[in-house]
C-alpha cells in the first residue's frame, strides 16, 4: 500500500453562478487569488435552467490567469466537452449521468489538453463509477440538485467523499476531489473533514463585502479543519 499523500493547500474556486453576469470582469478580478474560477454550463436540458456557454468561457480566459474550472450540466458531453478544453479550460467536467461512455469523454477532453472530471448528482452512487476514475483528474460531488445556485448543502452526500478518500490516501487514485452546492462557512469544515481537496463556493465568496478576504477565509477554515490539508 503506497503511503499516504503529503498536505496540501485547498483550492477554493468561486462560482461566477453568484456573480453579477453584467460585470463579470471584474467579478473575476475581485477573486483573484482565487485557486480556480468555477464556471457552469446549463443547457436548459440537463438540468432546468439555462446559463453561461463557451463564448463567454473564452472572454474571461482572456481577462484573467485564474486556472478555469468548467462545470457542464448538460447533454451530449461527448460532442460539446472537448470544445472547453481547446479553448484553455484548465478543468472540464461532466456529468456521469449524461452519457453512457464517460471514459471516451474523459479521454477527448484530456487529449485536447485539459484536465477532466466526473460530476455525480446528490442520488447518484459513487460505486459503479470507482473502476473508472483512473481515467479522471477530478472528482466532482455534488452537494445540491445542479441547476441553481443558493441551496442548502446536502450532507449526506459526505460517505460518497470519504470512500473516494481513502482510495486516494491508499494510493490506488490520484484523483482530486472537489465539492459543489451550498459551500459556506458553516459547512465547510465537515467538508474538509471528509476529505474535499477542493470546495466550489458561490453564494459565500460573491455575497460577501471583500469576496478576496471570505475566498482566504474559506481556505483558512478548511486547512484547519483537515489532516490531508494545510496553508
Not at 461512455?101 to 477527448?108: E, H, L
Request: glycine share 8%.
Amino acid at each position: 500500500m503506497a503511503a499516504p499523500h503529503a498536505p496540501h493547500a485547498p483550492l477554493i474556486a468561486p462560482s461566477i453562478l453568484s456573480a453579477d453576469f453584467a460585470r463579470l470582469a471584474d467579478e473575476v478580478a475581485a477573486v483573484g487569488d482565487a485557486d480556480w474560477l468555477h464556471v457552469d454550463v446549463m443547457d436548459n436540458h440537463f438540468v432546468p435552467n439555462l446559463t453561461l456557454g463557451l463564448p463567454v468561457v473564452e472572454s474571461l480566459l482572456r481577462v484573467t490567469d485564474i486556472p478555469m474550472d468548467c462545470h457542464l450540466m448538460i447533454e451530449r458531453p461527448d460532442k460539446w466537452a472537448p470544445p472547453y478544453a481547446e479553448a484553455g479550460a484548465h478543468n472540464v467536467t461532466f456529468h456521469a449521468e449524461a452519457t453512457d461512455n464517460p471514459v471516451a469523454v474523459a479521454r477527448d477532453i484530456r487529449a485536447a489538453g485539459a484536465k477532466a472530471g466526473l460530476a455525480i448528482k446528490p442520488g447518484t452512487p459513487l460505486e459503479p463509477y470507482l473502476e473508472i476514475l483512473r481515467e479522471f483528474d477530478t472528482l466532482l460531488v455534488m452537494s445540491v440538485e445542479p441547476g441553481f445556485g443558493g441551496q442548502k448543502f446536502i450532507g449526506e452526500v459526505l460517505p460518497k467523499v470519504g470512500t473516494a478518500r481513502r482510495l486516494v490516501d491508499a494510493g490506488e487514485l490520484t484523483i482530486l476531489i472537489e465539492i459543489d452546492g451550498g459551500v459556506n462557512d458553516d459547512t465547510i469544515e465537515a467538508a474538509a473533514e471528509a476529505g474535499v481537496d477542493c470546495f466550489v463556493a458561490g453564494s459565500a465568496v460573491y455575497s460577501a463585502g471583500d469576496p478576496a478576504a471570505a475566498v482566504r477565509s474559506l481556505r483558512q477554515q478548511a486547512a484547519a479543519a483537515a489532516k490531508h490539508l494545510t496553508l
